[in-house]
Nanobody, 123 residues
Framework: QVQLVESGGGLVEPGGSLRLSCAAS????????MAWYRQAPGKEREQVAA????????NVVDSVKGRFTISRDNAKNTLYLQMNSLNPEDTAVYYC????????????????WGQGTQVTVSS
Protein backbone atom coordinates (compact mmCIF):
# COMPACT_ATOMS: atom_id res chain seq x y z
CA GLN A 1 0.00 0.00 0.00
CA VAL A 2 1.41 3.34 -1.08
CA GLN A 3 1.61 5.97 1.62
CA LEU A 4 2.90 9.53 1.70
CA VAL A 5 2.57 11.01 5.16
CA GLU A 6 3.42 14.68 5.65
CA SER A 7 4.34 16.15 9.01
CA GLY A 8 5.89 19.27 10.46
CA GLY A 9 3.23 21.82 9.64
CA GLY A 10 1.75 24.22 12.15
CA LEU A 11 1.39 27.83 13.19
CA VAL A 12 4.46 30.03 12.96
CA GLU A 13 5.06 33.76 13.22
CA PRO A 14 6.28 35.77 10.23
CA GLY A 15 10.01 35.37 9.83
CA GLY A 16 9.97 31.94 11.43
CA SER A 17 10.96 28.55 10.09
CA LEU A 18 9.43 25.13 9.69
CA ARG A 19 10.72 21.84 8.35
CA LEU A 20 8.21 19.62 6.60
CA SER A 21 8.78 15.89 6.22
CA CYS A 22 7.12 13.34 3.97
CA ALA A 23 7.54 9.71 4.92
CA ALA A 24 7.04 7.41 1.94
CA SER A 25 6.29 3.71 1.81
CA UNK A 26 4.91 1.10 -0.56
CA UNK A 27 6.83 2.11 -3.67
CA UNK A 28 10.40 2.53 -4.92
CA UNK A 29 10.99 5.95 -3.37
CA UNK A 30 14.59 6.27 -4.54
CA UNK A 31 13.48 5.95 -8.18
CA UNK A 32 10.85 8.66 -8.08
CA UNK A 33 10.92 12.38 -8.71
CA MET A 34 9.51 14.02 -5.59
CA ALA A 35 7.91 17.40 -5.15
CA TRP A 36 6.18 19.66 -2.70
CA TYR A 37 3.00 21.45 -3.74
CA ARG A 38 0.87 23.91 -1.85
CA GLN A 39 -2.66 25.17 -2.08
CA ALA A 40 -3.84 28.34 -0.41
CA PRO A 41 -7.54 29.06 0.18
CA GLY A 42 -9.20 30.12 -3.07
CA LYS A 43 -6.08 29.45 -5.14
CA GLU A 44 -4.93 26.68 -7.42
CA ARG A 45 -2.41 24.13 -6.26
CA GLU A 46 1.13 25.12 -7.25
CA GLN A 47 4.39 23.26 -7.27
CA VAL A 48 6.76 24.72 -4.70
CA ALA A 49 9.86 22.65 -5.43
CA ALA A 50 10.87 19.38 -7.05
CA UNK A 51 13.87 17.09 -6.74
CA UNK A 52 15.23 14.26 -8.86
CA UNK A 53 15.69 10.72 -7.64
CA UNK A 54 19.39 11.46 -7.18
CA UNK A 55 18.77 14.58 -5.11
CA UNK A 56 19.19 17.40 -7.61
CA UNK A 57 16.73 20.27 -7.28
CA UNK A 58 14.92 20.70 -10.59
CA ASN A 59 12.42 23.41 -9.81
CA VAL A 60 11.74 26.05 -7.19
CA VAL A 61 8.91 28.54 -7.59
CA ASP A 62 10.16 32.13 -7.69
CA SER A 63 8.22 33.19 -4.61
CA VAL A 64 10.22 30.86 -2.34
CA LYS A 65 13.67 30.99 -3.95
CA GLY A 66 16.34 31.66 -1.36
CA ARG A 67 13.97 30.77 1.49
CA PHE A 68 12.89 27.16 0.92
CA THR A 69 15.11 24.13 0.34
CA ILE A 70 13.94 20.74 -0.85
CA SER A 71 15.94 17.64 0.01
CA ARG A 72 15.54 13.90 0.33
CA ASP A 73 17.04 10.97 2.17
CA ASN A 74 16.64 7.86 0.06
CA ALA A 75 17.92 5.64 2.86
CA LYS A 76 15.04 6.85 5.03
CA ASN A 77 12.45 7.12 2.23
CA THR A 78 11.81 10.68 3.34
CA LEU A 79 11.38 14.00 1.56
CA TYR A 80 11.96 17.32 3.30
CA LEU A 81 11.15 20.98 2.82
CA GLN A 82 13.07 23.46 4.93
CA MET A 83 11.15 26.72 5.01
CA ASN A 84 12.80 29.87 6.33
CA SER A 85 11.75 33.50 6.50
CA LEU A 86 8.11 32.51 6.30
CA ASN A 87 5.53 35.15 5.51
CA PRO A 88 1.72 35.13 5.55
CA GLU A 89 1.64 34.47 1.78
CA ASP A 90 3.17 31.05 2.50
CA THR A 91 0.03 30.00 4.39
CA ALA A 92 -1.35 26.93 2.63
CA VAL A 93 -1.81 23.20 2.81
CA TYR A 94 1.45 21.60 1.70
CA TYR A 95 1.34 18.31 -0.19
CA CYS A 96 3.97 15.72 -0.96
CA UNK A 97 3.95 14.25 -4.49
CA UNK A 98 5.75 11.31 -6.06
CA UNK A 99 6.02 10.66 -9.81
CA UNK A 100 7.67 7.74 -11.49
CA UNK A 101 7.41 4.75 -13.75
CA UNK A 102 7.01 1.18 -12.58
CA UNK A 103 7.31 -2.02 -14.54
CA UNK A 104 4.78 -4.79 -14.00
CA UNK A 105 4.61 -6.61 -17.27
CA UNK A 106 4.26 -3.18 -18.87
CA UNK A 107 5.47 0.27 -17.87
CA UNK A 108 3.03 2.30 -15.79
CA UNK A 109 3.25 5.97 -14.90
CA UNK A 110 2.54 6.55 -11.21
CA UNK A 111 1.49 9.76 -9.48
CA UNK A 112 1.01 9.62 -5.70
CA TRP A 113 -0.16 12.30 -3.27
CA GLY A 114 -0.12 12.74 0.46
CA GLN A 115 -2.99 14.10 2.52
CA GLY A 116 -1.31 17.41 3.18
CA THR A 117 -0.15 19.37 6.20
CA GLN A 118 -1.37 22.84 7.12
CA VAL A 119 1.13 25.67 7.39
CA THR A 120 -0.18 28.92 8.85
CA VAL A 121 2.00 32.01 9.08
CA SER A 122 0.48 34.61 11.34
CA SER A 123 1.29 36.87 14.25
Amino acid sequence: QVQLVESGGGLVEPGGSLRLSCAASGFAFSSYVMAWYRQAPGKEREQVAAITSAGATINVVDSVKGRFTISRDNAKNTLYLQMNSLNPEDTAVYYCNARGVEYSGSYYHRDYWGQGTQVTVSS
